[in-house]
């Protein structure tokens, strides 16, 4: 019985060490939560006035369609086919991830790429 209260006892130094590190880990996260970009770090950021306009321009055509009795199927469908969907229009349809955009290899081609790699031969 004394050896398992003295194992326990040797612990409580690295429970309090574990506690403290969990709460730095805390503080931090909270206190820095927008310098993490785990994407893509060295991204291309646009000046706070541009988005800001855009989404001034989306909230004005937001409350517009909310003050005015709801749209019709034809003006619904012609606003949405503008661009993403009636209200967003084409804001930031360049950033958006699409098929005609992306270059994404699918497994057949990484195993066969791999297996070129490999043996060293060519198709």
Known sequence: MR???FKLSALRPVRFLVAVCVCAL???SNAFPAYS???NPTARRSAPEQGEEQ???????AQEAAIETPYSQEKTQA?????LNEIQGTADIDKMKR???TQATSVE???KNFL???TGKKD
Do not use: C, H, T, W
């Not at 989404?55 to 055509?61: A, D, M, P, T, V």
């Open 37 to 39: 970009d785990p994407v």
């Open 26 to 28: 805390l503080v931090f």
């Open 99 to 101: 098929p005609e955009n």
């Open 3 to 5: 050896s398992i209260r």
């Open 116 to 118: 070129e790699a490999l």
């Open 55 to 61: 989404l001034r321009s989306i909230e004005r055509e």
């Open 79 to 83: 606003k949405a086919n503008e661009g």
């Open 109 to 111: 081609e990484k195993s």
